[in-house]
């Protein structure tokens, strides 16, 4: 048959060719983009995305295409990407192999060609990294040239697939890379996975979604002339045609054929028929060919398709010539097999068979398959093999090549799909007789501790893997692949199974798993779990689950509050896991243990001596998520200390480690905020916002509370407000409503905003708001920052009417949050005796000799801050003492402090109050010129003597009316010179104008006397 009915003309989709093109454009700029093609089956998306790559590369980029896969792929991970892959590395190899550099070992769980797949353990972190390194290939590929990645029938993927789409999506921020997708939109149910992956990524700012309409009759006039190679159809021919296709592209093609034939006078009734009829005009031998390949996969490869026949090859070749020439097959891209040239004609083929036509077929690639493995790529091998024997309902080879499947998507980090073919298996559990499961099963593959129910009797007896030990390894592919849910059914399923009383370690094991499940859900019961765990394990034998339930149960006192039986039970932990050689284990309670010796015993030394040991154990153990763990911890710890110069060393190393082994999106965020954390401590702003810049280029910053924080503290320090307050916003949509530490970081930041722009009561009622929630412990360096500051804006407002109401229920809950942290570094004892003066200083009741022991207290740690503010306090005690030399010499240690830090902020305040006592604060030079006179209030903000006499008053609190009074004006000059103040002083009200007053100490005497 003349093969007819692909149009050799492009027809119509000028407004999508150009969305794509612009889309290529912005990509070949170094803006990555992402364009999702949907619509209905046989609208035109493969002819649409064919058409774009072909222009694509005529214009110099590079392309690469992959399909996911309809039938025959469940349990397969990645196949469109390794398929990608595949066609890139025949189109640019040694160039390839050149981007991959350094990540073969990772790249080879995705295409085999890279080599072997390194050793690193398959879990969570071990998907990172691959993700990781995937992004990384692509960034390199794209760094020269525009590279086009199209993944095709999105709606048929996998879920790895789709979260590693969703990943490159996100995390390719600054390489020449377009990244395509197709699906279909008619097969999207309600609860269809990929409607929540469309759902998420069309949020993302470079992603754009088209959906293709239906064909209008012109449309469809100039696909039937290109089909038929006429100028003009004939019109009543376009008439039929497009009532009957609807406008649907592939019907109109299929339709064209019908005609073309010879059934012009009577096209088919119905859909099925139409897509059948071409089948049916073929010769006995190849419609038979056909039928098999419909069962053979979405694609299916020559050589085994020619051992299911057992035809002779000329009989075979003939027959596969007559479907290609029919356009019923086409040859894959990848030049090895066949492929139905759309699904619809498959699936109406498949359709066609009988029951057990289909599952005499499939059995037969499941045999041809077992009997040449080598028939099929060995990564799709137990796959391809296990949907083989599921479809042609045969249990008892079904269960073992699921297990087989399971296994071999593990070792390639592909939870989801692993967790899927486990489920197959308990589905078929009960279907296969006992000596199947004595004789057939593989061993217990791995659940990381969980002893395996296998090796209960003896060592002979490991060599068959039980039903409770297949639950085991859901649970764990269930945690890994994010569906919790489903992983505590699982362990529940589990329970029930065990004894606990013959096997407590195992019922030990699935309770702590049930924990982690709940805790990561945010549901009660983690603790009843941990409990029975414990009590199942006290008194056994030494094993790994006793020493990780150890190891668990003192981990969590950590955020409940610990006591000194929580390190006796990290102790036990630690010479468990050593007897038993369960090192990780080990080395994660020895970091736990660090933190419980410095929390709870205040063992400073102690507890960073075996944190330390930690990290150093982790180094040798090779594993990099338990090294990134402990370096973050240590540095966290060293800044904790008050020493952010070795905080900001073990940042670093971790951040280059987390990029050299593919975490950085993993741990990158908490590692950056620790680096910039400690770099802002140490004045050294410019290196922080560097770092943020890289943080937020990586994909690092978007969304994540601490960095929008830190950028809101950055901002705040160079003056500028207005971008503080909006990273302030971003922070809170962004933090979580347990996360004490972050809550307490970013209500500093609330408050010093407030206070600054003289609104107490705002600042006062944030502070309050914090203090009234749990986890200040444990978190000092960062709640004395807070505590003070909310100390300075009742100190400051003190005098001010409206803030005088609830001050001291607000002064008692600052010192009662005070009495509850723990000084355990010098720098706690700075901060804490700078609050106490702080406090002191609402009263009225602080001295110069106060602040000169805070001073003391706080020189010793080289930090910039806070010793500038205790400087700038004591100054100020200094000035209202009389003594103006020494406040001078004590205001120029805190401007040159300040500016070092480049705390725009405290440094004008410095200067203000410099400026109002007359001091100069230059280096050189007398500190007190002899002779000159104190300024009067307010002769910074450029006030009148008459404006500054209504400042004053208006400070305390009077109207316009009580104003004119007292100065013998009228109160329409009154408020004339109310609205001047205003102006001058960059407030937007009478209360914000007398904050301020109240805060720079404008009108001192008046402060006296409201607070005597």
Not at 519 to 531: C, F, K, V
Request: proline content about 4%.
């Amino acid at each position: 048959m003349q093969q007819i009915s692909v149009s050799p003309v492009f027809v119509g989709r000028g407004s999508e060719i150009t969305d794509l093109t612009g889309a290529l454009r912005r990509a070949g700029s170094g803006s990555p983009q992402a364009v999702l093609i949907g619509g209905e089956a046989g609208v035109g998306k493969t002819r649409l995305l064919e058409e774009f790559l072909r222009r694509a590369a005529d214009g110099g980029a590079v392309t690469t295409l992959g399909g996911c896969l309809e039938v025959g792929a469940e349990g397969l991970p990645f196949a469109p990407l390794a398929s990608a892959l595949r066609r890139l590395y025949r189109a640019l190899g040694a160039e390839l192999e050149s981007a991959a550099a350094g990540s073969e070992g990772h790249l080879a769980r995705l295409l085999p060609e890279f080599g072997e797949a390194d050793g690193e353990p398959n879990d969570e972190y071990g998907r990172a990294r691959l993700f990781e390194h995937t992004a990384r290939l692509f960034e390199r590929l794209g760094a020269d040239r525009t590279l086009v990645l199209a993944v095709e029938d999105l709606h048929w993927s996998d879920r790895s697939t789709r979260e590693l789409f969703a990943f490159l999506v996100r995390t390719l921020h600054s390489s020449r890379v377009l990244l395509i997708g197709t699906y279909r939109t008619d097969d999207l149910h309600r609860r269809h996975p990929l409607r929540p992956f469309l759902a998420e990524l069309e949020r993302v700012r470079t992603v754009q979604r088209m959906e293709l309409d239906r064909f209008r009759r012109r449309e469809v006039a100039a696909q039937l002339a290109g089909i038929l190679g006429t100028g003009t159809p004939d019109q009543q021919l376009v008439d039929r045609v497009h009532r009957r296709s609807e406008g649907n592209p592939f019907f109109v093609e299929e339709l064209a054929t019908a005609f073309h034939d010879g059934c012009g006078a009577g096209l088919p009734d119905s859909l099925r028929d139409m897509l059948l009829v071409r089948v049916e005009s073929l010769g006995e031998d190849a419609q038979r060919v056909v039928r098999i390949a419909a069962e053979g996969g979405s694609k299916v490869e020559h050589a085994l398709l020619a051992s299911v026949l057992a035809d002779d090859e000329d009989t075979l070749i003939e027959s596969l010539r007559a479907a290609v020439g029919a356009n019923i097959l086409r040859l894959d891209a990848d030049g090895e097999g066949y492929r139905f040239r759309h699904a619809l004609v498959r699936e109406a083929v498949s359709d066609d068979l009988l029951p057990g036509e289909r599952h005499r077929i499939n059995r037969k690639f499941a045999l041809a398959v077992e009997a040449q493995p080598q028939l099929v790529r060995a990564d799709a091998l137990a796959a391809r093999l296990a949907n083989y024997w599921y479809h042609a309902h045969d249990p008892a080879r079904a269960l073992p090549t699921a297990l087989d499947a399971a296994r071999a998507a593990r070792r390639r980090n592909a939870f989801a799909e692993q967790l899927g073919m486990l489920e197959r298996a308990l589905e078929l559990w009960d279907s296969v007789s006992e000596e199947v499961l004595a004789n057939t099963l593989r061993p217990y593959d791995w659940a990381e501790t969980y002893p395996p129910g296998s090796c209960d009797q003896d060592a002979d007896d490991c060599e068959s893997i039980q039903l409770v030990d297949v639950l085991a390894e859901a649970v764990v592919a269930a945690r890994r692949c994010g569906d919790r849910e489903r992983g505590l059914s699982l362990a529940k399923r589990a329970l029930k199974l065990v004894d606990e009383a013959v096997h407590p370690m195992r019922a030990a094991w699935f309770r702590m798993n049930r924990a982690r499940l709940l805790d990561t859900l945010l549901r009660p019961g983690a603790d009843e779990e941990i409990a029975h765990a414990l009590r199942l394990v006290e008194g056994r034998k030494p094993s790994a689950v006793q020493a990780e339930v150890f190891s668990l149960s003192a981990g969590r006192a950590l955020y409940r509050g610990p006591g000194p039986e929580d390190i006796e039970l990290a102790e036990r932990a630690i010479r468990i896991a050593e007897e038993v050689g369960a090192h990780q284990v080990e080395v994660h309670t020895r970091m736990t243990l660090g933190h419980l010796r410095y929390d709870i015993l205040g063992d400073i030394e102690g507890g960073e001596a075996e944190l330390t040991g930690a990290v150093e154990r982790a180094r040798r153990l090779g594993v990099p998520d338990l090294l990134l763990r402990g370096l973050n911890n240590l540095a966290n710890m060293r800044r904790e200390l008050g020493r952010p110069e070795e905080a900001v060393e073990l940042a670093r190393e971790g951040l280059e480690f987390a990029d050299g082994n593919g975490l950085l999106r993993n741990i990158g965020s908490v590692l950056a905020s620790n680096l910039i954390e400690a770099l802002i401590d140490l004045g050294r702003l410019e290196e922080a916002a560097e770092v943020l810049a890289s943080a937020e280029s990586s994909g690092l910053a978007g969304g994540n509370a601490e960095l929008e924080r830190m950028r809101g503290d950055l901002a705040r320090l160079a003056g500028d407000l207005t971008g503080a307050a909006e990273a302030l916003a971003r922070a809170r949509a962004a933090v979580g409503a347990d996360d004490g530490h972050r809550a307490v970081s970013i209500t500093r930041l609330a408050v010093a905003l407030a206070a600054q722009a003289g609104r107490p009561l705002e600042a006062r009622a944030e502070l309050l708001g914090s203090l009234a929630g749990e986890g200040l412990l444990g978190f000092e360096t960062d709640v004395y920052p807070l505590l003070v500051e909310g100390a300075a804006v009742e100190a400051d407002s003190r005098g001010l009417p409206a803030a005088d109401e609830g001050r001291a229920a607000a002064v008692a809950a600052i010192a009662a949050a005070a009495g509850r942290l723990r000084r355990r570094a010098p720098l706690h004892h700075g901060w804490a005796r700078l609050l106490e003066v702080e406090l002191a200083r609402v009263e009225g009741a602080d001295s110069p000799e106060q602040w000169a022991e805070a001073v003391a207290l706080l020189r010793p740690t080289g930090l910039p801050y806070p010793l500038a503010l205790a400087l700038l306090r004591a100054g100020e005690a200094e000035l209202l003492a009389g003594r103006r030399e020494g406040a001078a010499e004590l205001l120029r240690e805190a401007g040159e402090l300040a500016s070092v830090r480049g705390d725009r902020p405290l440094a004008a305040q410095i200067a203000g109050l410099a400026e109002r006592a007359g001091l100069d604060l230059a280096p050189a030079g007398p500190s007190v010129p002899a002779a000159r006179p104190e300024p009067a209030a307010g002769d910074s903000f450029g006030l009148t003597p008459r404006e500054r006499d209504v400042l004053r008053l208006l400070a305390r609190g009077w109207t316009n009316r009580q104003i004119a009074e007292e100065l013998y004006i009228s109160p329409k000059t009154a408020s004339v010179h109310v609205s001047n103040i205003l102006g001058k002083l960059g407030v937007a009200g009478r209360g914000e104008a007398a904050a301020l007053a109240h805060r720079l100490r404008l009108f001192p005497d008046d402060l006296s006397l409201a607070g005597g």
